[in-house]
């Protein structure tokens, strides 16, 4: 014991001192993409496609060493507008984000919510994927154009379900779908759930006559032949899935949904750059980019004020189209 000499204790008063940085290795501490205690809200059901991107993003991000200890939480209701007014109200706090899309621009319209994403701090656009239409596996459809001859017969009578309420991009699709077709858009029986997830069960069930929703929630379920896919509706074929695109199936419609993040208002410039310099980070990571190829995500990366701009433009494109279908 006495040979805790004066050199001894200086050794051990500098591996202290150098403690931290090499404990902070991996965190993202060094590259200022850490932020401690940040919580990822998810404003619909487990399951759904915000869902999914918000876990995805978060596992990747801390396996990628940019992070550590992301609590991803759900908060359902009314097609993402509760989600939304939770985030406006949490003013100036830096350590909240929430997952959202194109169904949650629509669901503001739809749902004449008090908040609007010109509320929010606009973050990152990330991803860009296509709808699919599916049916369940022992469903009497077996083609698309085998479902779209049934549909035209008795519109009313076929339900069509989506995870998003009208003017998101579930319910869009069809109704482009249904417009090229010749089926007016106001005689589709369109069911909203809330996101992928819940409407899965009703698919499964046949509760629906056929579902649409992004391919990265239902890919598993394809795979695995427990839904039947019948069409994309995106300008290609989604690789590793045998589905036609809607235009070589001979309808003139091709739609694509979006995914990114947005912040509360109201906090500090010091506080953005931080959740954007993460994302930043996230999206050139290996794990990402893995995570993209698997759930057929292409990438729409997009920052800042321009994600800003895009947001607002969204929001003038789906009047625009609710307008145009009658709706």
Request: net charge negative.
């Amino acid at each position: 014991m006495r040979l805790r000499t004066p050199l001894a204790l200086l050794g051990a008063a500098l591996l202290v001192l150098v403690g931290p940085p090499l404990l902070t290795t991996g965190s993202g501490a060094e590259t200022g993409t850490h932020i401690p205690g940040l919580r990822l809200m998810v404003p619909n059901t487990p399951g759904g496609g915000y869902d999914i991107t918000a876990r995805t993003a978060a596992k990747n991000a801390e396996d990628a060493g940019l992070t550590r200890s992301v609590e991803v939480f759900n908060l359902p209701g009314a097609g993402g507008t509760v989600g939304l007014t939770r985030l406006v109200n949490e003013r100036g706090n830096g350590k909240l984000a929430m997952s959202m899309g194109l169904g949650v621009v629509g669901a503001v319209r739809s749902n004449h919510a008090p908040r609007t994403l010109a509320d929010t701090t606009p973050i990152a656009r990330l991803t860009e994927e296509q709808d699919v239409v599916v049916v369940a596996k022992d469903s009497p459809y077996r083609t698309i154009g085998e479902l779209i001859d049934a549909w035209k017969a008795a519109p009313g009578r076929l339900p069509v379900g989506g995870g998003s309420s009208p003017g998101g991009p579930d319910h869009l699709a069809p109704m482009l779908m249904a417009q090229a077709t010749g089926i007016a858009p106001s005689n589709v029986n369109y069911i909203p759930f809330d996101g992928g997830g819940e409407l899965l069960a009703s698919i499964l069930g046949s509760k629906v006559a056929f579902g649409v929703s992004g391919v990265g929630e239902y890919r598993d379920q394809i795979e695995a032949g427990e839904l039947r896919l019948l069409a994309v509706t995106g300008p290609e074929r989604v690789p590793g899935l045998d589905g036609p695109t809607l235009k070589e199936s001979g309808y003139d419609v091709e739609f694509t949904n979006w995914r990114g993040v947005v912040a509360p208002p109201g906090i500090t410039d010091a506080e953005r750059g931080k959740l954007v310099r993460l994302v930043e980070a996230l999206h050139d990571s290996k794990e990402w980019r893995e995570s993209m190829k698997r759930n057929g995500w292409d990438d729409a990366f997009l920052t800042g004020d321009e994600f800003g701009a895009f947001l607002a433009a969204e929001d003038e494109r789906v009047v625009s189209v609710l307008k145009e279908l009658g709706l």
